[in-house]
């Protein structure tokens, strides 16, 4: 997925505009630091009346460094919830209710997303509202091991899918060091001692829950100057942390890798093959490389799909993923297949496409047309100002500026046949594998 060069002055960074022809994101927006080191990032819309806030946390499982403490960015997307002295639950609740405001929140392995859609006249009563939990959050230990109860639930839901568990397995064998390793969940043997882990709590909000580690995005029906002044008022007097992560780096891997899971009860097969990929970058053409040999190779109209889902109907789940991520990550392809007699020759042939990629260039023309698509159906996502701040909110985990999506996809403009073969070759070799498999029942 997806910083022009920025012009400071007394922290504040001008809009950027461009020809929209030239630009996959094609909204102006303005972009201020504040001296505490909160971004705000303010697109304005045609879309009348509304108006989406996203508040970007820089801090997902990735952070969760100490030994049996994963699961805590996580945890707080639960905690946030549980209110201040100005705003008790109930409160915040009956205050979303009454502007007819939609909120809500997500975790991954790089970030914490916080949102909330409302009408354009509440726009200050509501970044008062956050501005508060963010910085006087209030939560008790026995609140805290009601909420430790509910993340093991759903562990426990999330665990009962088969294809949860088999993402679970494949990157605590993909990964040795890495954070990575763990899932946005975390470990079960973590998750079972959060009860335990009062004092550790407060001490990652302290660390991660900090206005440099934090860009707010506010997209809709709203003027940058109003903006910038709300957020000073309320946001202005946050305090900057000083904590800096030592994010463990993952020794390259010396050998292929594989692991199976036999499921308790009856389900169809499944197998992940995933080969270790770059971090993400709007300047490289790796990743956007790899983004593109997922659709030409794996994607509904690619020959493979065509040939096991459709032909021969050996496959009913099938797609390949390569994830943007701030550090190194995987390029999987997943399939679920309807008999356990067909594992060994749905893997051949992915094997086999992936093979494809390093000894001859792909088509030109047929690259083209993905690229196209690409273009196309990021533009298409874009029907409203929430749409368009969450797709932003993704970038801004990542490089911190809504720029990044433009230069990401001028680098897959800039990718030739040649370009994919050698990232086919860098990547697709046996000791960057894992192979996970499950079968259900008495299948082996």
Known sequence: MVPAIALVLLGCVAAFSAPAAQKVFPYEYDQHDFPNGLRLITIPTDYPNVVSLYIVVQAGSRNEVEPGKSGFAHLFEHMMFRGTPTYPPAKY????????????????????????????EDLETILGMEADRFQNLSYSEEDFKTETRAVLGEYNKNSANPASKLYEVLRDTAFDRHTYKHTT????????????????????????????YTTTILAGDVNPATARALVEKYWGAWKRGSYR????????????????????????????????????????????????????????SSDLYQKLVIQEQKVDVFGADTPDRVDPYLFTVLARVKKPADLDSVRDDILTTLAEFKDKPVDPERLDKVKKHLRYSFALAMNNSEAIASIVARYVALRRTPETINRLYAVYDSITPEDIQAVAKKYFNENNRTIVTLTGGNAQ
């Not at 550790?200 to 991660?208: A, V």
Request: proline share 9%.
């Open 93 to 120: 609740e009956a205050t979303l209710q009454k502007a007819g405001a939609a909120s809500n929140a997500y975790t991954t392995d790089d970030h914490t997303a916080y949102h909330t859609t409302f009408s354009k």
């Open 185 to 212: 969940m975390g470990f079960l043997k973590d998750i079972e001692d959060m009860p335990n882990q009062y004092e550790y709590s407060r001490l990652f909000f302290d660390r991660y829950y900090r206005p440099e």
């Open 245 to 300: 992560p030592e994010i463990p780096a993952e020794p390259a891997q010396q050998g292929p890798r594989k692991n199976h899971i036999q499921w308790p009860t009856e389900t169809l097969p499944w197998i992940a093959i995933a080969h270790r990929g770059p971090a993400y970058s709007d300047q490289q053409k790796d990743q956007p490389a790899l983004d593109l040999i997922s659709f030409l190779g794996f994607s509904e």
